[in-house]
């Protein structure tokens, strides 16, 4: 299995990007998959996830109404619009993959990707 993200950048407070995450080596509508974030000097903290077949989602509180996570299971690809970027947004964030539930997944993920980091500039 593996799990590549990218889209990751420099943005300036308020600003947007999209991250992807294509997966490879699983049948991606059998999988929750979503994103993780770490900033430097502090855990790794669960930010968003959808079921297998986008019928549930969920969200940190911090994100909700500015990030939307969506897929696309013929194209093996998860997305993360974010909108209205915030400093504290600021992170390596991680794709993750589980053939588990929503709840299951937000503590232990299956499988992990590299990270792509995201800075926001005030």
């Known amino acids: 299995v593996q799990l590549q993200a990218s889209g990751g950048g420099l943005v300036q407070t308020g600003g947007s990007l999209r991250l992807s995450c294509a997966a490879s080596?699983?049948?991606?509508?059998?999988?929750?998959i979503g994103w993780f974030r770490q900033a430097p000097g502090k855990d790794r903290e669960f930010v968003a996830a959808?079921?297998?077949?986008?019928?549930?989602?969920s969200y940190v509180d911090s994100v909700k109404d500015r990030f939307t996570i969506s897929r696309d299971n013929a194209k093996n690809t998860v997305y993360l619009q974010m909108n209205s970027l915030k400093p504290e947004d600021t992170a390596v964030y991680y794709c993750?993959?589980?053939?588990?539930?929503?709840?299951?997944?937000?503590?232990?993920?299956?499988?992990w990707g590299q990270g792509t980091q995201v800075t926001v500039s005030s």
């Open positions: 080596g699983l049948t991606s509508s059998m999988y929750a």
């Open positions: 993750a993959a589980g053939a588990t539930t929503i709840a299951a997944f937000k503590m232990r993920p299956d499988y």
């Open positions: 959808i079921s297998g077949y986008g019928r549930t989602l």
